[in-house]
């Protein structure tokens, strides 16, 4: 659907319900009742213990999608010494924050893992990627990140990692917002690959490819890490008297061999 677009500039924005409803065959209403699952698990999500005071609750868990079938298998937990179940994610020197360190997270809960939208948004992003003919003979890795950015209070502030211009290490990630609420900040922008490290306001103009807020369910947009970076504000309380609430599912995707960019 979009897999030209992605291959000529390097990113692309799309709607993920009426995408997916069209594609697979699905009416919206099947698309709703699976969207209210998922809505319900971000109820249920545990603070990043990487961010803490970051006001960032998060789970994390791994498949692997076999280009010839499309099938996605989740991988099983890395069980740790305390019996703490969790998914490791490494992004090398890609996050200024924590080089070539693991973080390991909370798995997504079994439900998820069941979940048929879910599966089906792996499927379709993967269908926007373009890959080696090598690459496509061999599982491709997926990434799959709930993060919720949630401030109760007035000038409370949370963040993305890493909170500046990046690439992420793997060569492609999709962005599916899942609710916005009383959100003031939160605005996406898509530049360069030379901006890295860069905030949008203190950089050339001409070098911003887009700039853009995220604001109905199942809203996305979808990066190729080769070719450009991405960048989120952060997120501050609005005008309403509730708190500000940013959720989103990221789903990144990794060859087996992995090449430096
Ligand atoms: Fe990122």
Excluded at 138 to 166: Q, T
Excluded at 187 to 205: G, L, R, S, Y
Excluded at 227 to 250: C, W
Aim: aromatic fraction near 12%.
């Amino acid at each position: 659907m979009y897999k030209e677009e992605m291959l000529e500039k390097g990113y692309i924005r799309f709607d993920a319900g009426e995408d997916i409803a069209s594609l697979y065959n699905k009416d919206m209403t099947w698309v709703e009742s699976q969207f209210a699952e998922i809505e319900a698990a971000f109820e249920n999500l545990p603070t990043d213990a990487y961010a803490s005071g970051l006001h960032r609750y998060r789970r994390f868990s791994r498949a692997v999608i076999l280009p010839w079938s499309n099938q996605v298998e989740w991988l099983p937990a890395m069980v740790k010494e305390d019996g703490e179940e969790v998914a490791e994610y490494f992004q090398g020197a890609f996050n200024p924050e924590f080089p070539d360190a693991y973080r390991s997270f909370p798995m997504l809960e079994q439900a998820m893992l069941d979940n048929e939208l879910l599966k089906k948004m792996i499927q379709f992003d993967f269908a926007q990627t373009y890959w080696d003919k090598r690459d496509m003979v061999m599982p491709i890795n997926v990434g799959v990140h709930f993060v919720k950015l949630k401030v109760e209070r007035d000038g409370e502030e949370a963040v993305s990692s890493p909170n500046c211009l990046h690439r992420d290490g793997e060569p492609f990630t999709f962005a599916h917002l899942v609710k916005r609420q009383n959100v003031n900040g939160g605005q996406n922008v898509i530049a360069t690959i030379d901006d890295v490290d860069q905030f949008p306001e203190a950089m050339d103009a001409r070098h911003i490819f887009a700039d853009f807020t995220l604001t109905k369910a199942l809203e996305s947009y979808g990066v190729a890490d080769e070719s450009v970076s991405h960048y989120v504000s952060s997120v501050h309380k609005g005008e309403q008297d509730e708190p500000a609430e940013r959720s989103m599912i990221l789903i990144d995707y990794q060859p087996t061999v992995v090449k430096p960019l």
